[in-house]
Structures are given as C-alpha cells and as structure tokens.
C-alpha cells in the first residue's frame, strides 16, 4: 500500500527556518516524482514544486523559486521542503503528493502539514 | 499559466442527486485533466485522469467528460461520503495549476 506520511503541524516565528518532511512507504520511492502542494488558509491548491529522488532533480513553480528548497534522501525514502526565512504568508497546509509514472497528476497523496507563522 | 476556473464556487445538494462541475482552461489542454476529492482533515484522493478516466478504486457514480479548455465532472447519485471539495488540475504545462474548488454541502 502507497503511503506518504507527513510531519506534524508547526508554529514558527517570522525569520525562522524549517524544513518539514514526506516518508514514502509501499513503492520504489526513487522512481517517482514527489511534488508539494500549498493550500492557504480557505484557499485552493498551489503547486510549489517537485524533485525526482532518483537524481534530486527538483523543479519548482516561479511562484515558490527561491522562497524554498525541495530536497530528498533516498535512504530513508523521504522527501523535505524547507524555509531558511519564513514569512507570515508561509502559513498553510503542505501537502507532499506522488506524481503519476508518466504524466504530471498526483496520484497518492499525504495529508498534509500545517505551518503556522507569527509572531 | 494555465488559468483554470470552476463552477460553482459551492452548491448543496442532497443524497442521491445528480451534481456537475464545470472546469475551463485558459487555453487548450488536451484531456491533460484531473479531478480531485478533498476532505478537510484528509488527503486529496485521485477521481480522475486524462479527463474521463477513472482511478483506480474510485467509484462508477465518479464520471468525467469534456475537450479542449471545457470539462465537467459528475457525480451521479451523490452518496454521504462525496460531500467534500472537489479541484481540476491541468497538467498539460507546467507550472501545474488547480481549480479554485467547488465545495458540494449537503442541502
């Protein structure tokens, strides 16, 4: 069984890092792609970016390019994203999903990790 | 980007109804469409890919349809578990761009 399960919630200040964290379970985790997605609060789906664990090979939305860092290590099947400055805006819920094999949908997905941001 | 609208923002309806819900592309995104389930509190969970195909374990009641920068979804006979918000995504380029969402309340 496909499973991607996620960190748990976390509350930040502003000017504060972070990296929270996806373990994959039930697939060759190096041979698909893995995407985070951002939900703000009341808000629809953003997709932030995606890495392919295989090589590290991450993409991101022009949105989300420079505001973070996508990164995985294959040895323990697990995919990050992460923040070395948040920002209030930051606060949402994230959620890390698996790309299909061969076309950008998401097939499985975590239920998310909820990053609140204030002071 | 790809632009992709829904409609309805929201509708109620009741168990057992017919419900649709309409997604537009921006511009033509060649069936590259999916649609999504989403419960507050849970994962998103796939219905659909390629605009009419159903995902694995998803139920018959689940169909898609549609071409070019018009598709829908539709439930047919909607069950307790279908009240959720329901998210288009074209993936045809990228960066990938979702719905707004319809969310579906029970009347």
């Known amino acids: 069984e496909v499973q991607l399960v996620q960190s748990g919630a976390e509350v930040k200040k502003p000017g504060e890092s972070l990296k929270i964290s996806c373990e994959a379970s039930?697939?060759?985790?190096?041979?698909?792609?893995i995407a985070w997605v951002r939900q703000m609060p009341e808000k629809g789906l953003e997709w932030v970016g995606i890495?392919?664990?295989?090589?590290?090979?991450?993409r991101y939305s022009p949105s989300f390019q420079g505001q973070v860092t996508i990164s995985a290590d294959r040895s323990i099947n697990t995919a990050y994203l992460q923040w070395t400055s948040l920002k209030a805006s930051d606060s949402a819920i994230y959620y890390c999903a698996r790309r299909s094999m061969s076309y950008h949908y998401f097939d499985f997905w975590g239920h998310g990790t909820l990053v609140t941001v204030s002071s | 980007d790809i632009q992709m609208t829904q409609s309805p923002s929201s509708l109620s309806a009741s168990v057992g109804d017919r419900v649709t819900i309409t997604c537009r592309a921006s511009r033509d995104i060649s069936n590259s469409l999916a649609w999504y389930q989403h419960v507050p509190g849970k994962a998103p969970k796939l219905l659909l890919f390629a605009a009419p195909r159903l995902a694995s374990g998803v139920p018959s009641r689940f169909s898609g349809s549609g071409s070019a920068t018009h598709y829908t979804l539709t439930i047919t006979s909607l069950q307790p578990e279908d009240f959720a918000t329901y998210y288009c995504q074209q993936y045809y380029s990228a960066p990938w761009t979702f719905g707004q969402g319809t969310k579906v309340e029970i009347k």
């Open positions: 890495i392919y664990p295989s090589d590290s090979d991450a």
């Open positions: 039930g697939y060759s985790f190096s041979s698909y792609w």
